[in-house]
């Protein structure tokens, strides 16, 4: 099991989706029913999607644990008749990784958790907030589903910033880099450069869902390629700026084996910023400089300044939590995940703390 969770920290406006709340019933257990809403966190550089997901079963209480440990210092399980969920008293005795705190207030189910969202939709609409919670890959028919599932909502504070952060354990092998970005045995910087960023093709393990392969698999390893991106102020010619990209690109360059090291990432979804520059303007506004009518910084600002739509993975920094950087695992390819799909065919849905980053982290996207 990964040394940390898969986890996201979004910060921006609370945005309602379109029919973004549905009612779930069950095929197989008609006294299983269960509600899922979806919402969005937009800010300047796109959104994302995230959602609550809850059911219940006619008869059954909660299943959680108790803040209180045993003996050996474990979590003790507890169960809480449906009825009492929402009292206080009885919240107060939930371990808090069992909680979800929206706002000011705590909750023990999402189906509560939804409740109070619908509730309070007109004071949530448009506020600036940060969102907390876990990211799961599935895959379904060969192709791969990227979901963000709620925990917590806070109003976001000014120092924050509006971004889609989050933390993931990624599986390093020696196929993570690609040939074509090899030259030889060492990286081939020059195509990086002339591409702007290094694909990485890694894996991230997920917990089995299907109860009849879980003994054999508790865990699937799915392969998701992520990214380097380097920022439009990195220079390849700059000593420092290569120095902390080789560390980067070296710390995903393993031989042989199995390797798991934890990452600050973003998950980017929409428009990147680009910067415009002489050779980006047209022949009239070119004239409009040298005539004096218009300054650049003038009909710059009036251009978009933005590339085409993405959504990508991008590695930022190693986690706090791996002092000694790459961990080798017992894993062996046998244990990861061979998913067969065209690349077009891909869709990847978008639907738990956050390092600092170091101020000259904008060298890479």
Known sequence: ????????????????????????????????????????????????????????????????????????????????????????????????????????????????????????????????????????????????????????????????????????????????????????????????????????????EQYNKDKSTREEKPYLYIPITTFINIGDKFDFENVEHMKKLKFRVGLMAVKKGIHEIGMSVTFFRGQEETEITEDDLTNFEKSQIEAGVKTFDEIVKGKQGYGNFKEEIQLLTPHSAYVDGLVETELIDENLEDISYEEDEVETKPEAVVEELDEDDDLFS
């Open 1 to 204: 099991m990964a040394n940390i969770s898969n986890s996201f920290r979004f910060t921006g406006e609370y945005k309602s989706v379109k029919e973004g709340l549905r009612e779930i019933n069950s095929k197989n257990n008609p006294k299983w029913s269960g509600r899922e809403l979806t919402f969005s966190i937009k800010n300047s550089t796109g959104s994302q999607q995230v959602r609550l997901f809850g059911g219940k079963t006619e008869g059954k209480g909660i299943i959680t644990f108790s803040k209180d440990k045993d003996e050996k210092g474990k979590s003790v399980k507890l169960e809480i008749p449906f009825s009492k969920r929402l009292d206080k008293a009885v919240i107060d005795s939930v371990a808090n990784f069992k909680k979800f705190k929206i706002l000011d207030e705590e909750f023990i189910t999402e189906l509560d958790v939804i409740d109070y969202l619908e509730e309070n939709l007109l004071d949530l609409e448009g506020k600036r907030v940060t969102v907390t919670g876990n990211v799961e890959f599935d895959v379904y028919k060969g192709k791969i589903y990227q979901k963000y599932y709620v925990s917590n909502i806070f109003e976001a504070r000014d120092e924050v910033k509006d971004g889609f952060k989050g933390n993931l354990a990624v599986f390093v092998t020696p196929n993570t880099i690609s040939e074509d970005y090899l030259k030889g045995k060492s990286v081939n910087f020059k195509l990086i450069e002339n591409d702007g960023k290094l694909p990485l093709n890694v894996y991230i």
